[in-house]
C-alpha cells in the first residue's frame, strides 16, 4: 500500500509538467526544506513527522513542490505564489502589494505565510477546522517562492515571466532563469549534478561565510513567529539590484551574468531554509 501511494506520487511529479512555474523549481524548494530539516528542534521534527503523510517517510522535503502540483486542482492557490509591485519601483508594502489581480487583499504569498502559521499554531489543540498537513506543505513551500528574488517583482512582467532571454544558448524567461537555470547550471559545472552537494556547500556557507548573519535572519520583530514583510522587501531589493538589472527583451546572459547571480541564489536558498527552520521552531515550540 505503501508503495502503491508512492507510486502514485512519483507518477503525478512525473507528469505534472511545470508550465507556468512561479518560484524555485523543484531542486529550489528541495533545498531550502532540506536547509531546513537540518535545523529543527525536536518538538518541531516530532509536530513535522506527526503531520507529513506516511510515505514522506519524515522527509519534509521530498514533499516542498507539492503546491506547485495542485495549483490547478486548487485553483485559488495561484496567486499565493508570488507577489506582484509597481513596476520599477523596487519597494513592497503589504496594504498596496498583497492582493490577488481580482483586489482581494492578503491574498500574496506573504499573507499566505501568515494565513499558514496563524493555522499550524492549532497544532495539538483538540479539534482544528484546518488541515494541517496541507497548511505545513503551504507554509514550508512559501517560504521558499518568497525568497525567489523574482517573486517579488514587477506587475506589468509578471515577475520576469514575459521577459524573454538566451540562458547561454537556449531560449528561457528571466523568471525561469532565476527558478532553475542558475541552479542547475551551478549544480553540473561544480557539483556533479548532484543536488546534495550543493546542499552541503551551503550548509557549510551558513555555518562559515554567513554565521554572523545567521541571527539577523532567524529573527523578527516584536516576537512574532513570522516576519513575510521583511522576506519580500529584501526580494524586490534583490529582484532589481540583480535579477533585473541589465536585462531587457532578447538579452544574453551568459557567464558574466551566471558567476555574479549564483552567489545572491545561494544566499537566498539559504536565508528560506534558515528561517523556515526558525518559523517551524517558533511555532511548535
Ligand atoms: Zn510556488
Given at each position: 500500500m505503501k508503495f502503491l501511494r508512492s507510486l502514485a506520487l512519483l507518477m503525478l511529479l512525473v507528469f505534472?509538467?511545470?508550465?507556468?512555474?512561479?518560484?524555485?523549481?523543484v531542486d529550489g524548494h528541495f533545498i531550502t526544506c532540506k536547509i531546513a530539516q537540518g535545523r529543527l528542534s525536536q518538538k518541531a521534527v516530532d509536530a513535522v513527522n506527526h503531520l507529513?503523510?506516511?510515505?514522506?517517510e519524515g522527509d519534509l522535503a521530498s514533499l516542498c513542490s507539492w503546491p506547485d502540483h495542485v495549483k490547478f486542482r486548487y485553483h485559488?492557490?495561484?496567486?499565493?505564489?508570488y507577489i506582484d509591485t509597481p513596476d520599477n519601483l523596487c519597494t513592497y508594502q503589504y496594504r498596496r502589494d498583497c492582493k490577488d489581480e481580482d483586489g482581494?487583499?492578503?491574498?500574496c504569498v506573504a499573507g499566505a505565510i501568515r494565513n499558514y502559521t496563524t493555522q499550524l499554531?492549532?497544532?495539538?489543540?483538540?479539534?482544528?477546522?484546518?488541515n494541517l498537513t496541507e497548511a505545513l506543505l503551504f507554509l514550508s513551500h512559501f517560504m521558499g517562492d518568497i525568497h525567489q528574488?523574482?517573486?517579488?517583482?514587477?506587475?506589468t512582467d509578471r515577475g520576469g515571466n514575459t521577459i524573454e532571454v538566451h540562458w547561454f544558448t537556449r531560449k528561457a524567461v528571466l523568471h525561469h532563469v532565476w527558478d532553475d537555470s542558475i541552479i542547475e547550471t551551478e549544480e553540473e559545472r561544480?557539483?556533479?549534478?548532484n543536488v546534495e552537494n550543493l546542499i552541503n556547500a551551503i550548509e557549510t556557507n551558513i555555518t562559515n561565510v554567513w554565521a554572523d548573519q545567521v541571527q539577523t535572519w532567524e529573527n523578527c520583530s516584536r516576537?512574532?513567529?513570522?516576519?513575510?514583510n521583511i522576506y519580500a522587501t529584501e526580494g524586490i531589493k534583490a529582484a532589481c539590484d540583480w535579477?533585473?538589472?541589465?536585462?531587457?527583451?532578447g538579452s544574453v546572459l551568459e557567464d558574466e551574468y551566471f558567476q555574479s547571480r549564483l552567489p545572491i541564489v545561494n544566499w537566498r536558498l539559504a536565508q528560506g531554509g534558515v528561517r523556515l527552520a526558525a518559523n517551524l521552531n517558533r511555532i511548535f515550540g
Open positions: 505534472v509538467s511545470p508550465i507556468t512555474v512561479r518560484g524555485w523549481g507529513l503523510p506516511d510515505y514522506a485559488w492557490s495561484s496567486p499565493l505564489h482581494v487583499m492578503g491574498r499554531l492549532e497544532y495539538g489543540k483538540q479539534e482544528s477546522q484546518y528574488p523574482l517573486h517579488v517583482g514587477f506587475t561544480f557539483y556533479e549534478s516576537n512574532q513567529k513570522t516576519c513575510p535579477a533585473y538589472k541589465g536585462v531587457t527583451n
